[in-house]
């Protein structure tokens, strides 16, 4: 594969890519003219995220955590000091998006392993940026489940008296279909802490899990 506008290579054993990829597998195996002579560009991915992807393909892990570690902290720690402080600066939002644009059902199931687990532990009052709400409103369906994960997290958490001054300034930017769903969700939203609230993120990361069968990581 040649990645990014520069088109760096990656030697990927085929058999890998469409394992895993039925766009691959359609792609190698079917009448693409780049995969007559095994190579695809893919100039709109970048060389970070790709790396991420490779890294995945071959060992199942992103960042040197397996997904079975990932669904262990989930379910039986919320304590900082357990988790893997790297889980902070990956792209996983892209690496998702790069998932559903591949048909990567696995790797979809690992980043979304790893996006909850940073809201679950890393950032239990935060919620993702606005950049984040952007990628994922351009680039997944409505059907993603991530992006309901990104709806609920705002439900419980957003609170504007806590946006910079760039925060506010960029408000602007998001979709608007996410803006009426989260002032739909916002309007009806007691208090955090009173009696009737009643939290829409779920402790559960599986309740943002698609269907994959023997993919599922």
């Known amino acids: 594969l040649k990645i990014g506008r520069k088109e760096k290579p990656f030697n990927v054993h ?17 009448g693409f003219k780049e995969a007559n002579e095994d190579t695809i560009s893919l100039r709109e991915v970048t060389v970070k995220v790709f790396g991420i992807v490779f890294d995945w393909l071959y060992t199942q892990q992103i960042l040197g955590l397996p997904c079975s570690t990932i669904r262990e902290q989930c379910s039986t720690t919320n304590k900082r000091s357990e988790c893997h402080a790297n889980l902070e600066v990956i792209p996983i939002l892209e690496v998702y998006v790069f998932g559903d644009c591949y048909d990567m059902p696995g790797l979809r199931a690992a980043a979304t392993y790893l996006y909850h687990h940073i809201y679950l532990v890393h950032h239990p009052h935060s ?3 606005f950049d984040a709400v952007v990628t994922a409103w351009k680039n997944l ?26 925060g506010q300034k960029t408000l602007h930017l998001l979709p608007e279909d996410f803006v009426r769903e989260m002032m739909g969700r916002l309007s009806h939203r007691p208090h955090v ?25």
């Open 127 to 129: 919620w993702p940026n």
């Open 141 to 166: 369906p409505e059907s993603a489940l991530i992006r309901r994960m990104i709806l609920d997290l705002y439900s419980d958490r957003y609170d504007q008296s806590r946006l910079t001054s760039q």
């Open 14 to 30: 085929k058999g890998l890519l469409c394992h895993y990829s039925k766009y691959f597998n359609a792609a190698f195996n079917g």
């Open 193 to 217: 802490g009173h009696s009737s609230f009643i939290a829409s993120f779920a402790a559960d990361p599986k309740v943002y899990l698609e269907e994959t069968g023997p993919q599922n990581p």
